[in-house]
């Protein structure tokens, strides 16, 4: 009798890629994700923190992490660029951003009248301060570590008295009723999160940007303003500056910089190279496609201006007369 042949294990070619995410399902991170075509068919795993989601990155648990870095009226997530700049060696892919809506959602036959008790995240909780005062003054909160934790907590509960503030995916996951529409008190609130992988730097699209971590060579009057004279003689474009504590002592600072450009520019090189020369140590964190409605446009506008300058470029080397 011929041996039964055991079938190999799957090569990681085969192995369908995998992107970690903040779970339980129904995360306004899963909403992000699930904007990217290109992620949809990922194998997804869910971790209950955005620091494990960065550290299985970093461990190849997960080929890419997808993580919230930035809310327009929080501001940064300061776990999540911590992380980035002290912790683990991870470079940014992409950016995305999306609309955050908050809505008010129970269990099927509640009505508006029954809540006295509200379950989200608290920070969720303080966006819909307006609509909570207004409308359900002596509700009381029940705090959870994520809008969709909460949703998931009403759902299997029993209470007929609990609303959760959560977003669409989540009451569609979790079989809940939207009971009132767009509570946040800033409409205009948006969320960026970005892809995180270990070595990669996306090849430059014409419409990028790059993060990275500037320590100072010292402390003293100016340094900030000689580190962002570099930037601003090569007319390079902040478009986010923040310092943060490097946790070696009162007073000692670094500053988290994203800027227009991609490193493979010339002159984004040469104002890294320009602030290494001068002392200042940097963590290069990443350079990526920038998010926006118009960055496709851009790109394109972006790649056919390229074309026209080689091509007349091409016609003036042309006429180079032959030694």
Request: glycine share 6%; aromatic share 4%.
């Amino acid at each position: 009798m011929n041996d039964l042949v055991q079938p190999s294990p799957p090569s990681d070619a085969d192995r369908p890629e995998r992107v970690g995410f903040l779970g339980p399902l129904g995360t306004f991170t899963e909403q992000a994700l699930l904007t990217q075509p290109d992620l949809v068919h990922h194998q997804r795993e869910r971790y209950d923190s955005m620091a494990k989601v960065l550290r299985a990155t970093e461990d190849g648990e997960v080929d890419l992490g997808f993580v919230a870095i930035e809310n327009s009226i929080e501001g940064t997530v300061h776990v999540t660029s911590d992380i980035l700049a002290f912790d683990v060696d991870l470079l940014i892919q992409r950016e995305v951003v999306i609309p955050i809506q908050q809505h008010l959602m129970a269990p099927p036959g509640v009505t508006l009248a029954d809540i006295d008790v509200v379950a989200s995240i608290p920070v969720a909780t303080a966006q819909c301060h307006l609509f909570l005062r207004q409308t359900l003054p002596d509700a009381a909160p029940q705090p959870y570590n994520s809008t969709a934790e909460a949703a998931k907590a009403v759902s299997e509960s029993s209470a007929r008295n609990v609303a959760a503030i959560a977003n669409e995916l989540a009451a569609s996951i979790y079989g809940l009723d939207i009971i009132e529409r767009q509570i946040e008190d800033h409409p205009e609130n948006e969320t960026r999160f970005v892809a995180v992988a270990p070595g990669v730097v996306p090849a430059p699209t014409g419409h990028d940007k790059t993060s990275l971590v500037v320590f100072q060579h010292e402390d003293a009057p100016g340094s900030l303003l000689a580190i962002l004279q570099q930037f601003a003689a090569r007319s390079i474009n902040l478009t986010n500056l923040q310092s943060r504590p490097t946790k070696k002592g009162l007073g000692d600072y670094c500053f988290l910089i994203d800027l227009e450009g991609h490193v493979a520019d010339d002159v984004v090189a040469d104002c890294l190279k320009v602030l290494r020369t001068k002392g200042h140590e940097l963590k290069f964190l990443g350079s990526y496609p920038a998010a926006g409605d118009h960055g496709p446009a851009l790109r394109e506008a972006q790649s056919d201006a390229a074309r026209q300058a080689e091509s007349w470029l091409a016609d003036i080397r042309a006429r180079i007369t032959p030694s």
